[in-house]
């Protein structure tokens, strides 16, 4: 298989096909009872098997394992057996096993690192990481496509065609198939800063306008999803990018313009209609046809905002405090919430929406130093890379910063895609390339 520019010559291998697929499946979020406990897993999660068996018994890719950088790989170890240690201090300092603690935390952990290491196994095809990052585009469209659909649906009250969960449920926050709408945003957010860094080389499958649409279609979406941790993780990205990518104004404003007039004719252009057929005064029994029923952004919308804004500064004092007690090992997994909820502090049992927070208070000052040291190796890394003219580098980086700005209002270390990427910018120390069969489609 050869690049050239924008075009992709030669057939495209299973391995590829596989991957794409699999970042299509990190937009769906589900909720499967285990053991009588309702688990969410990305759909991803039950994709994931079955390609690294696919991967294992492809033995000129797990290879590539072996080849990866030593030290990431032993850091990930040691977290990991720290993670385990924080699941027995939490039940030491709890007296309880949580759900919460031993699937959300310590398997959803296990499952993070095998999407690194997926990445690493993908990372020897190049070509794989466009394709990836042009997938994850792509599926950040169609799920915008799909949270603006149930929107408009709500609002002009068409709930019969809307899902049943967001019935009675539904704040007017898209976040389509995550079932979170601040992972939404922040997922859209991402995919919308991955699109304006490659607005110089888009692929040519498809005309220029309709990547300004997509585009606008990701601005109008990230705007609804009123997700302040994420808007914030985008103001730090783009200060970034345009740092380092000077012509950006045409894109944005075609992203801009597009936005406006998706906006325009999905919002207001069926009142405008109802309001054009009422004007002719022949016509009575369209009175209230396409009539918005469902505002957002009400004084009562408002104060439930500050009210996140109260909920995330006491999670900041009760959290400190209780780190303040167990310093080096903190509370355990499972121990905020345990005891928040015990002591009267936590009555809606909200976890901790700050990711730096959350390793603190639960895996003590050790945990935020190993999970610190790993983040900033891995930016240390790709920073050289990308000044040495690896553009994937860039990506990373920029998905790092707006995840650091992101991680100040929710917890985000859980976000799949964040392992995976980051597994695909781990440094293999040989050429891999020469291990591979000649035929792309035996790959």
């Not at 990305?42 to 098997?49: K, N, R, Y």
């Not at 209609?273 to 005064?281: A, C, D, E, F």
């Not at 957002?296 to 804004?309: M, W």
Request: proline share 4%; net charge positive; glycine share 8%.
């Amino acid at each position: 298989m050869t690049v050239t520019g924008r075009h992709v010559n030669g057939p495209f291998s299973i391995t590829i096909y596989a991957s794409l697929a699999l970042v299509v499946s990190l937009y769906v979020t589900v909720t499967p009872a285990l053991f009588g406990i309702h688990v969410r897993l990305g759909l991803s999660d039950l994709v994931l098997p079955f390609f690294c068996v696919y991967l294992v018994f492809r033995r000129e890719y797990f290879s590539a394992l072996f080849h990866a950088d030593k030290s990431t790989t032993y850091l990930l170890v040691l977290i990991s057996l720290w993670m385990l240690f924080s699941l027995l201090n939490g039940w030491y300092e709890t007296g309880t096993l949580g759900a919460w603690a031993l699937f959300n935390k310590t398997a959803g952990w296990f499952i993070l690192c095998c999407y690194f290491f997926l990445g690493v196994f993908i990372s020897i095809r190049k070509v794989c990481r466009e394709k990836l990052i042009n997938c994850f585009i792509f599926g950040a469209w169609l799920f915008s496509i799909y949270a603006l659909a149930v929107h408009w649906a709500h609002i002009y009250d068409f709930d019969s065609i809307v899902p049943d969960r967001y019935i009675g449920n539904y704040l007017g926050r898209p976040e389509a198939l995550m079932g979170n709408p601040n992972a939404f945003a922040i997922i859209i957010g991402i995919a919308l800063v991955f699109q304006l860094l490659m607005s110089k080389r888009l692929p040519a499958i498809l005309p220029p306008a309709v990547y300004s649409c997509g585009l606008g279609l990701l601005m109008l979406v990230f705007f609804y999803s009123r997700s302040r941790s994420a808007w914030l993780g985008l103001v730090i990205a783009l200060v970034a990018l345009f740092i380092v990518r000077k012509k950006l104004l045409q894109p944005i404003i075609a992203g801009v313009v597009s936005a406006l007039l998706i906006n325009l004719l999905v919002f207001h252009a069926p009142d405008y209609l109802r309001q054009v057929i009422n004007y002719s005064g022949d016509n009575d029994s369209a009175q209230g046809d396409f009539r918005p029923i469902r505002k957002y952004g009400t004084q009562s919308e408002i104060l439930n905002q500050d009210h996140g804004i109260n909920v995330r500064l006491e999670q900041l004092q009760t959290a400190l405090r209780y780190w303040a007690q167990n310093p080096f090992t903190g509370l355990g997994l499972g121990g905020y919430l345990h005891r928040s909820v015990v002591e009267g502090n936590n009555p809606d049992r909200y976890t901790l929406h700050n990711s730096a927070l959350w390793l603190l208070a639960e895996t003590g000052a050790t945990g935020l130093i190993l999970f610190s040291v790993f983040f900033v190796r891995l930016f240390l890394h790709n920073y050289r890379q990308y000044q040495s003219g690896n553009e994937y580098s860039l990506y990373v980086l920029l998905m790092l910063m707006f995840m650091l700005g992101a991680s100040q209002g929710t917890e985000i270390l859980y976000q799949r895609y964040l392992w995976l990427f980051l597994g695909l910018s781990v440094p293999i120390s040989i050429n891999m390339n020469k291990h591979l069969p000649d035929n792309p489609d035996e790959r």
